[in-house]
């Protein structure tokens, strides 16, 4: 008997998002491989958010079609989303409950088995065991980052969506982080899609970088292939030259 | 269990009431506000009919109307915006998107807003019922299985239109809280709280009749005044009230279904 194939973690064919009649997203189509992580890049209206917002069945696609673990986004997300998390900046966890009791509410919402062991165990994985008896309101923009990611990773997702995971965050913390996500990741086997300004943290992170122009893909390949494409030193002068048009300028002097 | 939106867990809706019971108990002025205003209206409204009482033959004999009135309005009332407050706590502390990217179903949503009502209910009007006794010997209690019948009722509809409301906010954004503090004074005068349904101008009864409320106050004087419980009044509010109750939902999961093709569930300010 044939094994059943696995479906890719999250598979994103000719989406379209149309906000009235401004296209926010227009026609992006790539898929993500069981384990990996891959970096979004582009300028702010680059169309990240939305894409990451209709991966996690929060817009609904104008056309094409989002699927995350063999489930269509956002028809069947009941399917899924208990399988992933995300953590963006434009969401907040409630400030005036206390860390333990935020986890405990997202726990028990994604239906976490033995909840306690787990937000001990994710308050000594991120440093937050001192302050899980405080309101998060009182906490540092540092520590409230790390609650977040507290609460991104509380059911142990296999699809994770990041979107600027270490904006606000001072150097060693944000380093901090990222080994952090890269251990969780090796761990689980779990697959990344970040969305992030910071260059560093996805030549770090990442083994793919898709980059988006204006609601579409300006480029996709690893940070290696990126750089020797561009003929550039880092991922930062890469985007400066997508951003700017200057991959394009140089593609039609060839 | 296969995992569509139809799934009900009973976790999931005991999750989002833990979030509010602790919220509710960080905070001492929100508690307080559950109380505060369902006091202020029974001392005043409760002196009113005491001066009038005095004074006029008729409201002699329909002693605790107005009192009454008042006490139910405020199930009515604090019913809806319990409801309505509970939800904008979620967009004020911009947690929605969490919620709406959990797998939290809309009816569990939904479920743990109305348990969370009836909660904020308890705590700020079940204190003022004790008042009534004490300050004007009105015991609301008295009304016996009648008053379970106009809890009923009014719950029913403060519960319809809080999920109404909720679906307009999540569609619109925080524009549209206003609606949340302002709305049910708009059934204030339809539904003849302190008034007969005779009161109103001919043409507008039928209007009046249309909202479950009415049959809820209307059957309150009958039993006040006449003595009378008159349970017609309160089936014919019940099967409103489901007709209500079903075009919230409705309207909600449309309104959140507009949301999503939008994008607002993604800008929850202004």
Known sequence: MCAMPV????????????????????????????????????????????????????????????TVLGAEMPRQRYRVLQRMNFESPYVEVPMRLTVRQNMTVFGMLYG?????????????????????????????????????????????????????????LDPDTADWVRAHLERYCRKHHATVLLASHNMAEVERLCERVIIMKRGRIEDDD??????????????EEVFLDVARGNGEQREAAQ | MSETAL??????VSAMMLRYWYLLRSSWPRLLDLVYWPTVQMVTWGFLQYYITTNAGFFARAGGTFIGAVLLWDIL???????????????????IGNLMMSPLRPFEFITALMVMSVVRLAIGAVPVTFLAIAFFGFNLYGLGLALVAFFLNLMLTSWAIGIFVSGLILRNGMGAENLAWSIMFLFMPLTCVYYPVTTLPVWLQPVAWLLPPTYVFEGMRALLIEKTFRPELMLDALALNVVLFAGGVFAFLKLLQSARRHGSLMQTGE
Not at chain 1, 140 to 156: E, F
Not at chain 1, 222 to 235: H, M
Not at chain 2, 79 to 90: A, D, K, P, V
């Open chain 1, 7 to 66: 479906p890719p973690p999250i598979e994103v064919d000719h989406l379209v998002k149309v906000y009235r009649t401004i296209p926010a997203v227009d026609g992006i189509s790539f898929t993500l491989s069981p384990g990996s992580i891959t970096g979004l890049l582009g300028g702010n209206g680059a169309g990240k958010t939305t894409t990451i917002a209709t991966i996690m069945g929060l817009t609904t696609p104008t056309s094409g079609r989002v």
């Open chain 1, 112 to 168: 976490v088995e033995d909840l306690r062991e787990r937000i001990a165990q994710l308050g000594r994985e991120l440093d937050l065991t001192d302050l899980l008896d405080r309101p998060t309101g009182r906490l540092s923009a540092g520590q409230k980052t790390r609650v977040s990611l507290a609460k991104a990773l509380i059911n142990n997702p296999v699809v994770l969506l990041l979107d600027e995971p270490t904006a606000s």
């Open chain 1, 222 to 235: 690893t940070p290696a292939k990126l750089l020797a494409r561009y003929g550039r030193r880092t991922l």
């Open chain 2, 7 to 12: 799934s009900f867990s009973p976790r999931r």
């Open chain 2, 77 to 95: 009332f604090r019913g809806q915006l319990g409801f309505s407050i509970s939800f904008l706590e979620e967009m004020w502390s911009r947690n």
